[in-house]
């Protein structure tokens, strides 16, 4: 977290009403209060963690922590609505140096050559109370294939540490890896990576 993103945390924690209540939540869990505009991901609390079977043996989990993200959202009409997302690929992280440069390298994702994967929404629909399914296109490695995600919506309100009105939502989907050109020791190591995404992003004057 930023220097200045610490400050307001403190100077906001000071500003906290003693004795609040945890039952007077000043945030909404009905999407359709949610305010119209377009929102930008906060990008210090968006990560996307995926997860992929190492040899049958256990499952590796790893982030891609750069992640950028721009949310056009009409909750009176999803269909107005669009999501785009960059994905810094040498942003990945795994706790293992040696490992991230196997990861970057032309054997896996090639970040060389191909530094970012991109992803543009073609369209949204709503299929629950609080659930919407998103369609779009990923673009990883140079290949570009229709991919889904189901989104949950957390909650939205004003941010009471860095007073902005702010929506969070987390979303998963599946990717056959090889499908997109990263294909190095399937099946050992499994074809089928899970993606979970969280995502808090912040209402654009």
Request: proline share 5%.
């Amino acid at each position: 977290m930023k220097t200045h993103k610490i400050l307001a945390l403190i100077l906001g924690l000071a500003a906290l009403p003693a004795g609040a209540s945890a039952g007077q939540s000043p945030f909404s869990y009905n999407p359709a209060t949610v305010k119209a505009g377009t929102y930008a991901l906060d990008s210090d609390h968006g990560k996307i963690t995926w997860a992929v079977s190492h040899f049958g043996f256990s499952t590796y989990i790893g982030q891609f922590a750069g992640v950028t993200s721009t949310l056009k959202l009409d909750p009176q009409d999803l269909g107005d609505s669009k999501l785009t997302a960059k994905i810094v690929i040498d942003s990945i992280g795994t706790l293992d140096p040696a490992l991230n440069n196997m990861l970057e390298s032309p054997k896996f994702f090639d970040a060389a050559a191909y530094p970012v994967a991109t992803f543009v929404s073609t369209k949204i629909v709503r299929t629950g109370s609080k659930t919407a399914q998103v369609t779009g296109n990923l673009t990883l490695r140079g290949v570009t294939k229709p991919v889904v995600m189901n989104v949950v919506f957390n909650q939205a309100g004003m941010n009471p540490i860095m007073n902005f009105y702010e929506v969070g939502f987390q979303g998963h989907m599946t990717l056959i890896r090889s499908e997109f050109g990263v294909s190095a020791f399937v099946p050992y190591i499994g074809d089928k990576v899970t993606l979970n995404l969280e995502g808090e992003f912040h209402l654009q004057p």
